[in-house]
Nanobody, 123 residues
Framework: VQLQASGGGLVQAGGSLRLSCAAS????????MGWFRQAPGRDREFVAA????????IYADSVKGRFTISRDDAKNMVYLQMNSLKPEDTAAYYC?????????????????WGQGTLVTVSS
């Protein structure tokens, strides 16, 4: 399994970014896909997850109403649309895949990780 995250960058507070994660190596219909982030000096934290089959989603309270996770079956892509960005959203963002039916906001539920893409939100 390979996960390739992209789309990070520098944006002003209140702006938007869309992160993309290209997934390859197997069929992901039985997987949960997640986005996590890690700021300097802090633990990696859950952001959002989507069940590939059916599209059910969960979000961290800190991003609810601002971020939207989605997937494109035909392209094997997972996206994270981030709106109303805040300086505290600054972090490296990682996409992850877990071979599980359950949507879980913990790193231990995910078997595969992509490299991070850096998001910097200036005030």
């Amino acid at each position: 399994v390979q996960l390739q995250a992209s789309g990070g960058g520098l944006v002003q507070a209140g702006g938007s970014l869309r992160l993309s994660c290209a997934a390859s190596g197997r069929t992901f219909s039985s997987y949960v896909m997640g986005w996590f982030r890690q700021a300097p000096g802090r633990d990696r934290e859950f952001v959002a997850a989507i069940r590939w089959s059916g599209g059910m989603t969960i979000y961290a309270d800190s991003v609810k109403g601002r971020f939207t996770i989605s997937r494109d079956d035909a392209k094997n892509m997972v996206y994270l649309q981030m709106n109303s960005l805040k300086p505290e959203d600054t972090a490296a963002y990682y996409c992850a895949a877990g071979q599980t039916w359950n949507l879980r906001p913990t790193t231990s539920a995910y078997n595969y990780w992509g490299q991070g893409t850096l998001v910097t939100v200036s005030s």
